[in-house]
């Protein structure tokens, strides 16, 4: 089982946006299997506060995370449903924030 940080940061164009460290690709989908967890590094200098859903259902919400500070608690990627797609969203003070997805499913063969 791994343990993921998703760094949420300003990039060069002043964009707030998710950046996986350790992954592939895109930066702002996270890839897991299930029993991995994840936690969140806010690097901005504003309060974030990631959610997560599948659908319209919110799964899991951290608690809010100051500036410079980790999430708690961590999410612990479920075993089912496998394959599984959340969107991950952190919200901004008067509205507006950050999007992204985490893909769940067991690890390749």
């Known amino acids: 089982m791994a343990d993921w940080s998703v ?3 300003v990039d060069a ?11 592939p690709g895109n930066s702002s989908t996270t890839y897991m299997a299930p029993g991995d967890t994840l936690s969140w590094n806010n690097t901005t200098k504003q309060t974030m506060q990631p959610a997560l859903t599948i659908g319209t259902t919110q ?7 100051a500036p410079d500070q980790s ?8 075993g089912t449903p496998v394959p599984a797609t959340y969107a991950v969203n952190a919200g901004l ?3 507006g ?13």
């Open 93 to 95: 003070p008067g509205g």
């Open 97 to 109: 924030g950050v999007s992204g997805s985490i893909v769940v499913n067991t690890a390749p063969k």
């Open 59 to 65: 799964v899991f919400q951290t608690d809010p995370i």
């Open 71 to 78: 999430s708690k608690p961590a999410w612990v990627a479920p």
């Open 7 to 9: 760094r949420i940061v």
């Open 13 to 23: 164009n002043g964009n707030t946006v998710f950046q996986t460290q350790l992954q």
